[in-house]
């Protein structure tokens, strides 16, 4: 069996970002697909990647996937990486383990150890967006709660991603938490993503103050690259901290188990490198009493088909993520995508990813540019 195809299909699902589809067909007929990461204006980049280095996989056995990887960073790649390569490199990877569990008649988790859990419990994301006051927050997620989940995440703070953010955005970040842990009550887990945005002393203060709320966790306060800011973060509030979804490859990820800087790893299955690597990754994270949340700002169908084999490995997986407003367009892309049930996604036993693409669909629904975002002025900055 030879590769003789790869394809990429961007895909508009109509809020934020285009999907970016990859299938990769052999000379046996059995197609793979995968999904490799894309974010606002950047799936064309990403979408070239997957082009260029599926160049390289035409002619290989589709079953050699370690070796294409290595290959694509050494010499593809000459040792660079960047989130368009390692999204590229995961697309392909994600498409290629699809090809030899479909060839084997067996589910992915199964060709690499098999399953240590049967249900994936996931938190819904996405149900916020566009929010104006601290009673929409909670109305939405009432609403969340209500449809059966028992995680929600959100994003507590408000205004532009700058390191230094005013008392008033502190305290208005604390009211929209409190407002929304009234709403839900006590027993749902709310994860709290700062989308790396924070010096360590807002961070600091901000934890302390949300303590009293009991959130789940306390994800990305700042930036990784800075593993001793990160660290100092971590030292100093009682939240767990999380970080892994800007990090690529198990290179990225050895400083921060290094320093202790965080509690939790949430790499994106289709960023990190694929489904080997968010394993390896795993495994490097075990003996430091690290858990996995992986990180999944992808489709509902192949990026979390992917995350979902994946998890089914790790001894040390806690939650992942579930995109709710890319749910629709998923059941219109997969006639089987999988979905929770009060909070948990069984995984399949269906041969490879477990999921089946209509390609008319992804025709039908071809990526294509969103509206340019407003980004800001120097008139724009406050003091």
């Known amino acids: 069996m030879k590769v003789k195809a790869v394809t990429c299909f961007p895909v508009h699902p109509g809020w934020r970002k285009n999907w970016v589809y990859v299938k990769v067909e052999t000379d046996d007929g059995v197609v793979g697909w995968g999904e490799a990461y894309s974010q606002y204006d950047r799936d064309r980049a990403v979408t070239a990647h997957v082009e260029e280095l599926g160049r390289y996989l035409i002619g290989r056995d589709p079953f050699q996937i370690k070796h294409f990887t290595q290959i694509a960073f050494d010499d593809y790649a000459q040792r660079r990486g960047s989130l368009e390569f390692y999204s590229a490199v995961s697309g392909i990877e994600t498409a290629m383990w699809d090809i030899c569990g479909k060839a084997l008649n067996q589910p992915v988790y199964n060709l690499l150890g098999g399953p240590v859990r049967d249900k994936i419990r996931v938190y819904a994301n996405g149900w916020y967006y566009k929010m104006t006051s601290a009673k929409d927050y909670a109305k939405a997620a009432e609403k969340v709660v209500k449809d059966g989940f028992d995680a929600i995440k959100m994003d507590p703070v408000t205004g532009p991603w700058r390191n230094h953010i005013s008392r008033e955005q502190e305290d208005y970040s604390v009211e929209i938490l409190g407002t929304v842990r009234k709403a839900v009550g006590p027993n749902v887990d709310i994860l709290l993503d700062l989308h790396r945005r924070l010096a360590p002393m807002h961070a600091i203060r901000l934890a302390d103050r949300y303590a009293e709320f009991n959130p789940y966790y306390f994800e990305e306060p700042c930036m990784w690259e800075n593993v001793d800011a990160l660290a100092e973060i971590r030292a100093k509030i009682s ?116 999921v089946d693409i209509n390609e008319d669909a992804l025709i039908k629904n071809a990526g294509k540019p969103f509206p340019l975002r407003k980004l800001r002025l120097p008139a724009d900055e406050g003091p």
């Open 239 to 354: 939240l767990p901290v999380v970080t892994g979804e800007a990090i690529y490859a198990k290179a990225g990820v050895r400083p921060v188990l290094d320093a202790m800087a965080a509690d939790i790893l949430n790499v994106d299955i289709a960023s990190v490198g694929g489904i080997l690597e968010m394993k390896e990754i795993a495994a490097m994270a075990e003996p430091h009493y690290v858990a996995m949340s992986p990180h999944n700002y992808n489709s509902t169908v192949l990026g979390l088909a992917a995350t979902v084999q994946a998890s089914a490995l790790m001894p040390n997986f806690i939650i992942t993520e579930y995109f709710l407003p890319f749910v629709e367009l998923g059941d219109e892309v997969s006639p089987n995508q999988l979905k929770p049930t009060n909070g948990y996604i069984p995984i399949p036993t269906a041969p490879g990813l477990g």
